[in-house]
């Protein structure tokens, strides 16, 4: 039998029956017993695999409630630049990949944001052409609804001055009419759409190598998440199925489907929770309007800097349609929501489905994807709802800049955990990687901080929607459970529940709150094995 008990520790089991233990017990890949080190040494056969903790404090494992995994892993292999200080910066980050890439290959990158640099401004086509004129580039900005190319990859793409914005998206120009090499929302898949996808081969490889790395941030599980236009939905698929038959897959997967593949899903009787201990079909995937980064997400007054209100990226009259379709067939539905328009809407389109919970074939609740600017009566009206919020707290204190920018004190609106919470709203934490750091620890530093890891803004931005470390913690672990329906296996550290535990080196509970953000993972455990140690 696989048996492994751990004593000597802190462990906050997160279950009401017993919160508080210093050991437990896993036997086959689940929690066996949990209780103090006396209770749980008897248990142990003389040969039994015993861990002494040395006090640490073990939480239930974490998840990440909203991670582009697929697209994150292949990623890790890519131009990162979430660490370019500059549009200098970039350019010469990009000139090195460019040395090392071969002529006529595809340089791919991401993670850049102006608004953190001291030009404030988006690169253009001529920025790129300067340092690499001789490969197609396409450069993501860090929230994925905004990229820049340079005139070489225009040219691959067939885009000129005579290619009109697709639905949904936009070409930017110059004063000539020329495009400028930005492009927003679904105008980024005409120059996508034309890049060779990944073999299957490295895919798998790619997704197989970030299992290790998040297990040494303490997750044990996430929520993969479609990016506009679903292409990514297949192959990710797939590459799943095949760790999953090797006995590599290496955490639990909660795997969406993308909104354009509704009719399928439902077509051959998919449903939400589908699957097994380790992979199972999630929620459908849709989209209601863009990122505020980009100035697209969908605002009930204008963007100060623009003068629009942004754009609804699919009208409100079909997401409406498609969330009746999907709930009828036993599939909860996602949306992205950014503006206090899209939340608006939203949560009137879930009004009018409100039904008797009895009545409900779905095995997880529907749910909104970042809830990023939500007016106070918003708050209230979503709280009466059986629909949760997944809402990613390290961008709080990293979009500071950007939304005083855009919106001015319009900003108190945004990030309102701790109203949506006192509403009565399930929230599910996460970090929308590769939008954010991954780390677990930044996302609930920023949740009850409300600042950035230097300590800015001093007291916190609106500190008023701060969280408690508990709150953050649970939002990282049962509420993760619940928004998939898995409460009565997973989010916490219960006889009978899968075994999956994160040991800090510190307690975080206890230490100053700024010091979270400096916490490591010492050990993770994983379906009752000890996949990370430090």
Not at 104 to 123: C, D, H, L, V, Y
Not at 385 to 406: F, N, R, W, Y
Request: hydrophobic share 40%.
């Amino acid at each position: 039998m696989n048996n492994l008990f751990l004593i000597n520790g802190k462990i906050h089991t997160q279950d009401l029956a017993s919160p508080h233990a210093t050991a437990v017990a896993i036997c086959c890949g689940r929690v066996w017993a949990v209780g103090d080190d006396d209770e749980i040494r008897r248990l142990a056969a003389s040969d039994a695999q015993v861990i002494d903790l040395a006090g640490r404090r073990v939480l239930p494992g974490l998840t990440d409630a909203h991670f582009h995994y697929y697209d994150w892993s292949l990623g890790l292999r890519r131009l990162t630049l979430s660490e370019a200080t500059s549009l200098t910066d970039l350019r010469e980050r990009l000139a090195q990949k460019a040395s090392e890439t071969p002529p006529g290959q595809w340089i791919r990158g991401q993670g850049w944001n102006e608004s953190r640099w001291p030009e404030q401004r988006i690169p253009t086509r001529a920025d790129l052409d300067a340092v690499s004129p001789d490969h197609p580039v396409i450069l993501w900005r860090n929230d994925l609804h905004l990229a820049v190319v340079n005139s070489r990859a225009l040219q691959e793409a067939t885009i000129t001055a005579d290619t009109p914005n697709p639905p949904e998206g936009v070409i930017n120009r110059d004063e000539s009419g020329q495009p400028n090499g930005i492009l927003r929302e679904l105008a980024i898949n005409l120059v996508s759409d034309v890049i060779p996808p990944p073999t299957e081969a490295e895919t798998i490889e790619a997704m197989r190598e970030g299992f290790a790395i998040l297990h040494r941030l303490g997750l044990t599980g996430v929520h993969d998440y479609r990016i506009m236009g679903g292409a990514d939905g297949p192959p990710a698929f797939r590459a799943y199925q095949h760790l999953q038959a090797a006995g590599e897959l290496a955490l639990r997967m909660w795997m969406h489907i993308p909104g354009e593949r509704l009719d399928e899903a439902i077509a051959l009787g998919l449903r939400t929770g589908m699957g097994g201990d380790y992979l199972r079909v999630g929620h459908v995937k849709l989209f209601s309007d863009g990122g505020q980064g980009a100035r697209t997400a969908w605002m009930l007054e204008p963007y100060r800097d623009t003068g629009d209100c942004g754009m609804p990226l699919t009208p409100m009259d079909e997401i409406a349609e498609a969330v009746r379709r999907a709930d009828r067939a036993g599939l909860a539905v996602a949306i992205h929501a950014i503006g206090d328009r899209a939340n608006r809407e939203l949560i009137t389109v879930f009004e009018n489905l409100a039904q008797p919970k009895a009545q409900n074939t779905k095995l997880a609740p529907h749910r909104i994807e970042h809830v990023q600017m939500i007016q106070p009566q918003d708050v209230a009206r979503l709280g009466r709802l059986d629909v949760a919020a997944s809402v990613q707290p390290i961008h709080c204190p990293d979009d500071i800049p950007m939304i005083e920018k855009s919106v001015g004190s319009r900003g108190r609106l945004a990030y309102s955990f701790r109203d949506m919470l006192d509403a009565g709203v399930t929230l599910a934490l996460g970090s929308d990687c590769p939008v954010a750091n991954p780390n677990p620890m930044f996302g609930i530093h920023a949740a009850v901080t409300r600042q950035q890891r230097d300590g800015d803004p001093q007291g916190g931005w609106y500190p008023g929607q701060r969280l408690t470390v508990a709150e953050a913690v649970w939002g990282y672990t049962m509420g993760a459970a619940l928004v998939a329906g898995r409460e009565a296996e997973l989010g916490s550290i219960t006889p009978g529940k899968l075994a999956d535990l994160t040991v800090l080196d510190r307690d975080i509970f206890a230490i100053e709150p700024m010091e979270i953000a400096e916490a490591q993972v010492v050990m993770t455990v994983f379906d009752g094995r000890v996949v990370y140690d430090s």
